[in-house]
């Protein structure tokens, strides 16, 4: 009885073992590769599975990934049954390329890349990782090759689409999608990045002076241009005055003569009204008026007008009359040979 209930007893914990065994927790993002009797048998993907213990095992695939330790990059390697689905980028080493001109570079890249068919990434090709390393260096040899320096100094965003290109023509077959690629540093010589440096310092400065002579034409053309403004400006200015000017002379003189006019007019009524000449009385009138800017001033003046001139304008209506007036008065005097005023 106590050898059957041990029997028993055994037999349960072997069971429970076994169970156990068989139970799978697979974490989100994560699959595993079944085998059954060494053959492939299905992929499980995450949550709780049950497998056959001792019948069904999982398939490893190799793997690395790279992390910080004592301040440098360490890489690991490690043999896992859990395969990540999740986007994972590589660290592609430092490799020595020559470019087309025979100019030696060092050259390292990132290759993002994503598992979408574990079956195949487990069952063709024997090291995934590996294997996208060494395809991405000797493809970055033939890309670098058929480039000059400067070309692939300039081109990476070409660099990165080419060999994207490759890897994920050559990935489709083992089941991965190379999601992005990424030149890290491209190092030339030493020698090489000092002229090129001076190279770069040596063009800053034609540009920095073609800029200078660019300002400088612009703002003597400026300064042509503000003169010339300024010029016609004056210049339209002055004619404007002018304009303006003769236009109020023409006004004036206008206004003037037609005020002379209108008391012309009225002195011409006026006279005829009364019986007498008027255009005797006008020229009488201008002849005194003569006179007198003629004797105005400062200084003493003596005007001579020869006798037979006054007779001659004493001929012209009573003009004459007006003279002798004036000589009864004083204002005129006669001497030998003329008369003047005193």
């Known amino acids: 009885m106590e050898g059957g209930l041990f029997v028993l007893f055994v037999l349960a914990i072997f069971i429970i073992v076994v169970v156990s065994k068989g139970l799978v927790i697979v974490k989100q993002a994560e699959t595993m590769v079944i085998e059954r009797l060494g053959r492939y048998y299905t992929t499980i993907g995450s949550g709780l599975s049950l497998i056959i213990p001792l019948i069904d095992q999982p398939r490893s695939i190799d793997w690395k990934y790279a992390e910080e330790a004592g301040g440098r990059q360490v890489v690991r390697r490690i043999r896992t049954a859990r395969i990540d689905l999740r986007e994972t980028v590589l660290d592609i080493p430092k490799q020595n390329v020559i470019t087309k001109d025979n100019v030696a570079t060092e050259i390292s890249a990132l290759v993002f890349i994503q598992i979408t068919d574990p079956k195949k990434a ?59 690629v990424e030149l890290q540093d491209i190092n030339p010589p030493r020698d090489i990045r000092e002229a090129m440096e001076k190279q770069m310092r040596a063009e800053r400065d034609r540009r920095a002076q073609i800029l200078e002579a660019e300002g400088t034409k612009r ?105 002798d007036g004036a000589r009864g008065q004083g204002v005129l005097s006669s001497t030998r040979g003329g008369t003047h005023l005193g």
Not at 154 to 174: C, F, P, Q, Y
Not at 222 to 236: T, Y
Not at 241 to 260: H, I, P
């Open 122 to 180: 487990v069952y063709e090709i024997a090291n995934l990782p590996d294997s996208i390393e060494k395809l991405t260096q000797t493809s970055l040899r033939n890309i670098i090759g058929e480039m000059d320096l400067d070309e692939s100094l300039n081109s990476r965003d070409t660099i990165n689409t080419k060999l994207r290109v490759i890897l994920d023509e050559a990935g489709h077959k083992w089941g991965v999608k190379v999601t992005r």
């Open 219 to 323: 703002a003597r053309i400026l300064e042509a241009e503000g003169m010339r403004e300024a010029e016609i400006n004056k210049a339209e200015g002055e004619k404007r005055a002018r304009v303006l000017r003769a236009e109020g002379e023409a006004e004036a003189r206008l206004r003037v003569a037609q005020a002379e006019s209108a008391s012309v007019k009225t002195l011409s009524d006026t006279i005829a009204g009364t019986g007498g000449n008027p255009a005797n009385f006008l020229i009488a009138m201008r002849y005194i008026e003569t006179l007198r800017e003629m004797v105005s001033g400062r200084d003493n003046k003596v005007i001579y007008l020869p006798y037979e001139a006054t007779s001659l304008l004493g001929a012209v209506g009573g003009i004459k009359d007006i003279f």
